[in-house]
């Protein structure tokens, strides 16, 4: 695929995600494939970065401009995701090794969330979602939850 192509596919998906976010109801048969979206979106987003790494020239600022534009939308619809309806499909957080939590680096609710855990003397395991992929997207199934941190 050609950088163009992949800027289109992003594109392509950003719009559909974002369709899907401002409906403001979560579809339970399309969850698969919103997921499924995420993912094209991703390696599209990734393949070019590489892209441009791997480049002699720069991307023009115009074309730049609007990668890091799909790219910030993305993430805002990520984060923006319709959660489960209350009272579907609650789960024990605890698991025989304390509390499974789910969080960023970068993310100040999640350090006081783990501080709070650590001062009430509560175990837990943390699952980095911004680096494991497979943990966010197990966060997502268990909870609903779009954003850290979550149990």
């Not at 090794?97 to 789910?102: C, R, S, W």
């Not at 911004?130 to 850290?148: F, H, L, P, Q, Y």
Request: glycine share 4%; net charge negative; proline share 4%.
């Amino acid at each position: 695929m050609t950088i163009e192509q992949d800027m289109q596919q992003l594109e392509n998906s950003v719009k559909y995600l974002e369709e899907y976010v401002n409906q403001g109801v979560r579809n339970n048969n399309q969850e698969e494939e919103i997921l499924s979206k995420i993912d094209e979106a991703d390696a599209a987003f990734d393949r070019i970065i590489t892209e441009y790494i791997n480049i002699s020239e720069r991307p023009s600022l115009e074309q730049a401009r609007f990668v890091s534009d799909l790219q910030e939308r993305l993430h805002r619809v990520k984060h923006s995701l319709p959660a489960r309806p209350l009272g579907q499909e609650r789960i024990d957080i605890r698991t025989d090794k304390g509390v499974i939590i789910y969080t960023t680096p970068a993310c100040p609710w999640c350090h006081r969330t783990k501080e709070y855990l650590s001062r009430k003397g509560i175990i837990y395991t943390e699952h980095n979602v911004a680096t494991n992929r497979d943990k966010a997207k197990e966060m997502i199934e268990k909870s609903g939850a779009n954003s850290a941190p979550d149990f």
